[in-house]
């Protein structure tokens, strides 16, 4: 296998970008590290903003314990849902992740509902819960990215723009390779490169964005959960521009509508609609009450 990645127009070539390192005859994918180094770095930005906030950042350290795992569990089981072609025929690979294979969705999902379950036992908000993990949530995804970059995958169509990056057409999978990045395939070195949109370097630039106006945003939320709902319209909007450029989509079964486009256009919809509501409602209860406290005056000078 050919171990290069090319970024031709920014002028950067990497000669050699492996999979794996070696610890002794065991291989430890990169995927896998970079994964666990978001995990961490996620577990840190939101015990800063608990400690930030007021709140007790072992309550964090706790929550972390659970949602990672069942986060992972969701991905899994996400992804090989809308790719059953790729696991029926062996299904203990279901069970080896360290090549790829994690839908960010099947996460999130996951994730929500040990929330929930989580803030019923302990008896906290779930609003605040999610507003000060959902920051964390976001920077693993920030990092977690690239490890879709030693993976070779999650990549778009083909491209020439400023970002083009150059993969052996040998070092990804033939069925997220289409005709058109085969009519542009670029030879060099006695090596055949597609050239694609590095979605997974969009992804991760559009959520460090989110990530920094989400951080700013904290100290002006109206309510708990409107951070968190923010993130959603926020990645939503970012993945359904992202998704549409991709070669590897998840299809809803029987059709050709990509679900995480779908689920995208609707949490951007719900996310929003949310928001509105509750500012709708909030400013109605403040001018009842300013009401009440105008009749109340008026009652009072009646007297």
């Known amino acids: 296998m050919d171990y290069n990645i090319n970024f031709p127009h920014l002028h950067i070539y990497l000669n050699h970008v492996g999979k794996n390192i070696m610890i002794g005859n065991f291989p430890i994918a990169y995927y896998g590290i970079v994964i666990a180094l978001g995990m961490m770095a996620g577990l840190g930005i939101a015990c800063w903003m608990a400690k930030k906030t007021g709140q007790d950042t072992d309550t964090y350290s706790d929550l972390a314990l659970i949602a990672i795992v069942c986060s992972v569990i969701g991905a899994r089981i996400y992804y090989v849902v809308f790719r059953w072609d790729l696991?029926?025929?062996?299904?203990?690979?279901?069970?080896?992740?360290?090549?790829?294979?994690?839908?960010?969705?099947?996460?999130?999902?996951?994730?929500?509902?040990?929330?929930?379950?989580?803030?019923?036992?302990?008896?906290?908000?779930?609003?605040?819960?999610?507003?000060?993990?959902?920051?964390?949530?976001?920077?693993?995804?920030?990092?977690?990215?690239?490890?879709?970059?030693?993976?070779?995958?999650?990549?778009?169509?083909?491209?020439?723009?400023?970002?083009?990056?150059?993969?052996?057409?040998?070092?990804?999978?033939?069925?997220?390779?289409?005709?058109?990045?085969?009519?542009?395939?670029?030879?060099?070195?006695?090596?055949?490169?597609?050239?694609?949109?590095?979605?997974?370097?969009?992804?991760?630039?559009?959520?460090?964005?989110?990530?920094?106006?989400?951080?700013?945003?904290?100290?002006?939320?109206?309510?708990?959960?409107?951070?968190?709902?923010?993130?959603?319209?926020?990645?939503?909007?970012?993945?359904f521009w992202i998704e549409s450029l991709r070669t590897d989509q998840l299809l809803i079964p029987g059709t050709a509508c990509p679900v995480s486009m779908v689920l995208a256009a609707a949490l951007v919809v719900v996310s929003a609609v949310w928001i509105v509501v509750w500012h709708i409602r909030a400013c109605r209860r403040k001018n009842n009450e300013s009401g009440a406290e105008v009749e109340e005056n008026k009652s009072s000078g009646e007297e």
Request: glycine share 12%.
């Open 87 to 239: 696991y029926k025929d062996d299904l203990l690979s279901i069970f080896n992740i360290r090549q790829g294979g994690l839908a960010i969705y099947g996460g999130i999902i996951a994730a929500i509902i040990t929330v929930f379950v989580f803030s019923k036992v302990r008896k906290l908000s779930m609003g605040l819960l999610c507003d000060t993990a959902g920051l964390g949530l976001i920077l693993g995804q920030v990092i977690g990215r690239w490890g879709n970059f030693f993976n070779r995958e999650a990549f778009g169509g083909y491209t020439d723009n400023l970002f083009a990056m150059q993969l052996p057409l040998s070092a990804v999978r033939s069925t997220e390779v289409t005709a058109e990045q085969l009519a542009h395939v670029v030879e060099s070195g006695g090596v055949s490169y597609i050239q694609v949109h590095p979605t997974f370097l969009y992804e991760s630039l559009w959520n460090l964005a989110l990530l920094v106006i989400l951080i700013l945003f904290t100290k002006h939320k109206k309510f708990d959960g409107e951070v968190f709902l923010l993130y959603l319209m926020g990645y939503g909007i970012g993945r």
